[in-house]
């Protein structure tokens, strides 16, 4: 009887401790899920201002080297 009841015991805290390692995966994926989600909601942010930047540099460098020829009349 009494050994009955200890793997009765047993299986209940195998039956938690697997339980409690299932809920810890779960929350270590919705970590990483987040994480890479952040991840990559930056790297699209970053790209997005680097072209921006890219794009207004460009035209300012088309604007001075228009003006630049303007004025030496190369362009009219």
Known sequence: ??????????????????????????????????????????MDQLAKTTQETIDKTANQASDTFSGIGKKFGLLK
Request: hydrophobic share 45%.
């Open 1 to 42: 009887m009494a050994s009955k009841g200890l793997q009765d015991l047993k299986q209940q805290v195998e039956g938690t401790a697997q339980e409690a390692v299932s809920a810890a995966g779960a929350a270590a994926q919705q970590v990483v899920d987040q994480a890479t989600e952040a991840g990559q909601k930056a």
